[in-house]
Protein backbone atom coordinates (compact mmCIF):
# COMPACT_ATOMS: atom_id res chain seq x y z
CA UNK A 1 0.00 0.00 0.00
CA UNK A 2 1.04 3.34 -0.18
CA UNK A 3 3.22 4.97 2.54
CA UNK A 4 3.86 8.79 3.86
CA UNK A 5 6.79 9.79 5.19
CA UNK A 6 6.95 12.26 7.13
CA UNK A 7 9.50 15.05 8.71
CA UNK A 8 10.63 16.19 11.58
CA UNK A 9 9.33 14.25 13.68
CA UNK A 10 9.27 16.84 16.08
CA UNK A 11 10.28 20.41 16.23
CA UNK A 12 11.25 22.93 19.01
CA UNK A 13 11.95 26.05 17.99
CA UNK A 14 11.28 29.84 19.58
CA UNK A 15 8.37 32.29 18.84
CA UNK A 16 8.98 34.24 15.67
CA UNK A 17 10.97 31.35 13.86
CA UNK A 18 9.55 29.90 11.10
CA UNK A 19 8.94 26.36 10.25
CA UNK A 20 9.02 24.10 7.16
CA UNK A 21 8.27 20.35 7.12
CA UNK A 22 7.34 17.74 4.23
CA UNK A 23 5.91 14.68 3.11
CA UNK A 24 7.03 12.29 0.92
CA UNK A 25 5.20 9.14 -0.40
CA UNK A 26 6.55 6.24 -2.28
CA UNK A 27 3.60 6.77 -5.05
CA UNK A 28 1.59 9.56 -6.26
CA UNK A 29 -1.40 10.97 -5.11
CA UNK A 30 -3.78 13.60 -6.62
CA UNK A 31 -4.90 15.36 -3.19
CA UNK A 32 -2.67 16.45 -0.72
CA UNK A 33 -4.09 17.76 2.52
CA UNK A 34 -2.61 18.93 5.40
CA UNK A 35 -4.05 18.99 9.19
CA UNK A 36 -3.67 20.13 13.06
CA UNK A 37 -4.31 18.27 15.76
CA UNK A 38 -4.47 19.96 18.82
CA UNK A 39 -5.04 18.15 22.70
CA UNK A 40 -8.62 16.30 23.15
CA UNK A 41 -9.49 17.41 19.78
CA UNK A 42 -10.04 16.10 15.78
CA UNK A 43 -7.41 16.95 13.28
CA UNK A 44 -8.25 20.08 11.57
CA UNK A 45 -8.04 21.14 8.14
CA UNK A 46 -5.56 23.60 7.35
CA UNK A 47 -4.89 23.42 3.47
CA UNK A 48 -6.32 21.18 1.00
CA UNK A 49 -4.14 20.74 -2.88
CA UNK A 50 -5.09 19.33 -5.81
CA UNK A 51 -2.89 20.02 -8.61
CA UNK A 52 1.03 19.30 -8.93
CA UNK A 53 2.93 22.30 -8.61
CA UNK A 54 0.27 24.07 -6.56
CA UNK A 55 0.90 26.65 -3.83
CA UNK A 56 -1.43 27.98 -1.65
CA UNK A 57 -1.48 30.24 1.53
CA UNK A 58 -3.74 30.07 4.09
CA UNK A 59 -2.58 32.94 6.51
CA UNK A 60 1.03 32.28 7.83
CA UNK A 61 0.36 29.00 6.40
CA UNK A 62 1.99 28.19 3.15
CA UNK A 63 1.58 24.56 1.38
CA UNK A 64 3.12 23.47 -2.06
CA UNK A 65 2.09 19.91 -3.67
CA UNK A 66 5.41 18.47 -5.77
CA UNK A 67 5.70 18.44 -9.04
CA UNK A 68 6.05 14.54 -8.86
CA UNK A 69 2.96 14.08 -7.24
CA UNK A 70 4.78 12.32 -4.46
CA UNK A 71 5.61 15.06 -1.80
CA UNK A 72 4.06 17.96 -0.27
CA UNK A 73 5.97 20.38 2.20
CA UNK A 74 3.98 23.22 5.04
CA UNK A 75 5.77 25.71 5.97
CA UNK A 76 4.30 28.24 9.10
CA UNK A 77 6.00 31.52 9.14
CA UNK A 78 6.77 34.22 12.75
CA UNK A 79 5.43 31.34 14.95
CA UNK A 80 3.40 31.84 17.46
CA UNK A 81 2.75 29.73 20.90
CA UNK A 82 -0.98 29.11 19.66
CA UNK A 83 0.52 27.10 16.52
CA UNK A 84 1.81 24.23 18.97
CA UNK A 85 0.00 20.75 17.78
CA UNK A 86 0.57 17.69 15.83
CA UNK A 87 0.43 18.31 12.15
CA UNK A 88 -0.41 16.01 9.82
CA UNK A 89 0.05 15.40 6.20
CA UNK A 90 -2.23 13.70 3.89
CA UNK A 91 -2.45 12.22 0.78
CA UNK A 92 -5.05 10.95 -1.33
CA UNK A 93 -5.28 9.07 -4.66
CA UNK A 94 -9.32 10.07 -6.12
CA UNK A 95 -10.73 7.16 -8.32
CA UNK A 96 -14.33 7.97 -10.34
CA UNK A 97 -16.98 6.04 -8.89
CA UNK A 98 -20.56 5.96 -10.85
CA UNK A 99 -22.50 8.77 -11.14
CA UNK A 100 -19.97 10.90 -11.14
CA UNK A 101 -18.97 10.92 -7.83
CA UNK A 102 -14.91 10.07 -7.28
CA UNK A 103 -13.49 8.46 -3.67
CA UNK A 104 -10.61 7.49 -2.09
CA UNK A 105 -8.32 6.12 0.70
CA UNK A 106 -6.73 8.89 2.18
CA UNK A 107 -3.28 8.23 3.81
CA UNK A 108 -1.96 10.00 6.51
CA UNK A 109 1.58 10.74 7.64
CA UNK A 110 3.00 9.93 11.46
CA UNK A 111 2.68 13.51 11.94
CA UNK A 112 4.88 16.35 12.99
CA UNK A 113 4.92 17.92 16.96
CA UNK A 114 5.32 21.32 17.43
CA UNK A 115 6.43 23.38 20.47
CA UNK A 116 7.18 26.84 20.49
CA UNK A 117 8.53 28.51 22.96
CA UNK A 118 7.43 31.96 23.97
CA UNK B 1 -23.01 24.60 11.81
CA UNK B 2 -22.64 21.66 13.77
CA UNK B 3 -19.97 19.57 12.72
CA UNK B 4 -19.02 16.00 12.72
CA UNK B 5 -20.44 15.22 16.12
CA UNK B 6 -19.41 11.70 18.14
CA UNK B 7 -20.83 9.97 21.28
CA UNK B 8 -19.84 9.57 23.84
CA UNK B 9 -16.40 11.27 24.28
CA UNK B 10 -15.18 8.92 26.90
CA UNK B 11 -15.55 5.38 27.20
CA UNK B 12 -14.58 2.71 29.87
CA UNK B 13 -15.24 -0.73 29.94
CA UNK B 14 -13.92 -3.81 31.22
CA UNK B 15 -12.12 -6.52 29.02
CA UNK B 16 -15.64 -8.72 27.31
CA UNK B 17 -17.69 -6.26 26.85
CA UNK B 18 -19.27 -4.87 23.80
CA UNK B 19 -18.97 -1.02 22.76
CA UNK B 20 -20.96 0.76 20.48
CA UNK B 21 -19.28 4.33 19.56
CA UNK B 22 -21.83 6.63 17.25
CA UNK B 23 -21.19 9.29 14.88
CA UNK B 24 -23.28 11.67 12.94
CA UNK B 25 -21.71 13.49 10.11
CA UNK B 26 -22.17 16.87 8.99
CA UNK B 27 -25.35 17.21 7.13
CA UNK B 28 -25.09 16.87 3.39
CA UNK B 29 -21.82 14.82 3.68
CA UNK B 30 -22.05 11.54 1.38
CA UNK B 31 -18.77 10.15 2.61
CA UNK B 32 -17.75 9.11 6.78
CA UNK B 33 -14.84 7.61 7.89
CA UNK B 34 -13.63 6.09 10.91
CA UNK B 35 -10.05 6.53 12.26
CA UNK B 36 -8.64 4.87 15.15
CA UNK B 37 -5.77 6.80 16.65
CA UNK B 38 -2.73 5.33 19.38
CA UNK B 39 0.53 6.70 19.42
CA UNK B 40 2.51 3.46 18.46
CA UNK B 41 0.51 3.41 15.05
CA UNK B 42 -0.53 7.00 14.63
CA UNK B 43 -4.10 7.72 12.88
CA UNK B 44 -5.18 4.33 10.96
CA UNK B 45 -8.25 4.18 8.50
CA UNK B 46 -10.92 1.19 9.69
CA UNK B 47 -13.60 1.73 6.81
CA UNK B 48 -15.38 4.11 5.18
CA UNK B 49 -18.65 4.48 3.93
CA UNK B 50 -19.77 6.56 0.22
CA UNK B 51 -23.10 7.18 -0.13
CA UNK B 52 -24.05 4.39 3.29
CA UNK B 53 -22.17 1.62 1.67
CA UNK B 54 -19.01 0.80 2.86
CA UNK B 55 -16.20 0.69 0.07
CA UNK B 56 -13.08 0.33 2.19
CA UNK B 57 -13.27 -2.13 5.33
CA UNK B 58 -9.80 -3.55 5.06
CA UNK B 59 -8.78 -1.34 7.94
CA UNK B 60 -11.02 -3.24 10.42
CA UNK B 61 -8.43 -5.16 12.47
CA UNK B 62 -10.64 -8.32 12.83
CA UNK B 63 -14.28 -9.38 12.77
CA UNK B 64 -14.52 -8.08 16.89
CA UNK B 65 -15.07 -4.59 14.99
CA UNK B 66 -18.18 -4.01 13.00
CA UNK B 67 -19.43 -0.83 11.57
CA UNK B 68 -22.87 0.13 10.48
CA UNK B 69 -24.62 2.94 8.13
CA UNK B 70 -28.17 2.74 8.42
CA UNK B 71 -28.88 6.32 6.92
CA UNK B 72 -26.62 9.65 6.15
CA UNK B 73 -27.02 11.07 9.31
CA UNK B 74 -26.04 8.54 11.25
CA UNK B 75 -23.32 5.04 11.91
CA UNK B 76 -21.91 3.41 14.44
CA UNK B 77 -18.79 1.25 14.79
CA UNK B 78 -18.86 -1.41 17.38
CA UNK B 79 -16.30 -3.73 18.59
CA UNK B 80 -17.31 -6.67 20.51
CA UNK B 81 -16.14 -8.09 22.36
CA UNK B 82 -13.50 -5.26 23.55
CA UNK B 83 -10.09 -6.37 24.86
CA UNK B 84 -7.31 -3.66 26.15
CA UNK B 85 -5.18 -3.29 23.37
CA UNK B 86 -8.67 -1.83 21.57
CA UNK B 87 -7.99 1.22 23.63
CA UNK B 88 -7.45 4.26 21.49
CA UNK B 89 -8.93 7.26 20.64
CA UNK B 90 -11.79 6.84 17.71
CA UNK B 91 -12.56 9.76 15.08
CA UNK B 92 -15.46 9.79 12.85
CA UNK B 93 -14.84 12.05 10.08
CA UNK B 94 -17.31 12.77 6.75
CA UNK B 95 -16.80 14.45 3.37
CA UNK B 96 -18.62 15.86 0.42
CA UNK B 97 -17.08 14.21 -2.47
CA UNK B 98 -17.41 16.00 -5.41
CA UNK B 99 -14.85 16.66 -8.39
CA UNK B 100 -11.87 17.36 -6.70
CA UNK B 101 -12.95 18.06 -3.25
CA UNK B 102 -12.73 15.30 -0.50
CA UNK B 103 -11.59 17.57 2.19
CA UNK B 104 -12.28 15.11 5.39
CA UNK B 105 -13.67 16.79 8.59
CA UNK B 106 -12.83 15.04 11.93
CA UNK B 107 -14.97 15.39 14.73
CA UNK B 108 -13.58 15.09 18.31
CA UNK B 109 -13.31 11.57 18.93
CA UNK B 110 -14.37 9.36 21.59
CA UNK B 111 -11.29 7.88 23.83
CA UNK B 112 -11.83 4.39 24.92
CA UNK B 113 -10.18 2.84 27.65
CA UNK B 114 -10.89 -1.01 27.94
CA UNK B 115 -9.40 -2.49 31.43
Known amino acids: GQQLNQSPQSMFIQEGEDVSMNCTSS?????WLWYKQEPGEGPVLLIALYKAGELTSNGRLTAQFGITRKDSFLNISASIPSDVGIYFCAGQLLKLGGGGTSYGKVTFGQGTILTVHP | DAGVIQSPRHEVTEMGQEVTLRCKPI?????LFWYRQTMMRGLELLIY????????DSGMPEDRFSAKMPNASFSTLKIQPSEPRDSAVYFC?????????????FGPGTRLTVT
Open chain 1, 27 to 31: SIFNT
Open chain 2, 49 to 56: FNNNVPID
Open chain 2, 93 to 105: ASSFSSGNSYEQY
Open chain 2, 27 to 31: SGHNS
